[in-house]
Structure formats: structure tokens, C-alpha cells
């Protein structure tokens, strides 16, 4: 199977930033999607951005112009800077990726997810 392990969480002042990690590990043939989710308490997980193979992304409206998604794809990793944060950025920041990997000879599909990393942002 496909590992994600996310780094880079932490508590950090309103108007701060932090960079969010995510390295992905195993028998991985190709990666298409990696991007980030968040959940925040009593709230459903909700797209934060997303990044294709071949470099398209997607933001959620509210942190457009603030978020920077990307990616290095010889190290299966993808990263999430995020700028000007804010108290209602606090959450569990979840990274997922799909793809294909080499299970013994077959090739099979994966769509993995991260154990999560905390963010929190104080006003």
C-alpha cells in the first residue's frame, strides 16, 4: 500500500505561516492528485487544494491568495504554504493522494490519506 506521514503543523499567531508537508512512501508506480483537506470541529472535511500530476490546481475560495499548493514529484511529496492565516484556518489538515502502485506484479489503484497534522491559529 501507499503511506502518507504530514509534517509541519503547529500554533502560530493570526497574520502567520506555516508550510505543510507530505511525503508519500511504498511501491508507488505514478501519483496523479495530491492535495490537502482539513476538519475542523464539528464541521464536515472540506478541500483546502488539490494539485494534479501535470501541475493544475484547485483552492477553496477562502484561502485563495493566502494558500500556495505544491508539489515535488521525484519525491512524491506536496506541500502547502500557507500566508496570512487566520483563527477559522484552525484544523486538522489532511493530505491525500491517488494513484497507482506494484503490488508483487500487479498494478493496483490507491487513494490514500494521511493521519492528519494540527493547525491552530490564534486571534
Known amino acids: 500500500q501507499v503511506q502518507l506521514v504530514e509534517s509541519g503543523g503547529g500554533l502560530v499567531q493570526a497574520g502567520g505561516s506555516l508550510r505543510l508537508s507530505c511525503a508519500a512512501s511504498?511501491?508507488?508506480?505514478?501519483?496523479?492528485?495530491m492535495g490537502w483537506y482539513r476538519q475542523a470541529p464539528g464541521k464536515q472535511r472540506e478541500l483546502v487544494a488539490t494539485?494534479?500530476?501535470?501541475?493544475?490546481?484547485k483552492y477553496v475560495d477562502s484561502v485563495k491568495g493566502r494558500f500556495t499548493i505544491s508539489r515535488d514529484n521525484a519525491k512524491n511529496t506536496v506541500y502547502l504554504q500557507m500566508n496570512s492565516l487566520k483563527p477559522e484556518d484552525t484544523a486538522v489538515y489532511y493530505c491525500?493522494?491517488?494513484?497507482?502502485?506494484?503490488?508483487?506484479?500487479?498494478?493496483?489503484?490507491?487513494?490514500?490519506w494521511g493521519q492528519g497534522t494540527q493547525v491552530a491559529v490564534s486571534s
Open positions: 491525500n493522494a491517488d494513484g497507482q502502485y506494484i503490488s508483487g506484479s500487479v498494478v493496483r489503484d490507491f487513494a490514500s
Open positions: 511504498g511501491s508507488i508506480l505514478i501519483i496523479n492528485t
Open positions: 494539485m494534479t500530476r501535470g501541475g493544475s490546481t
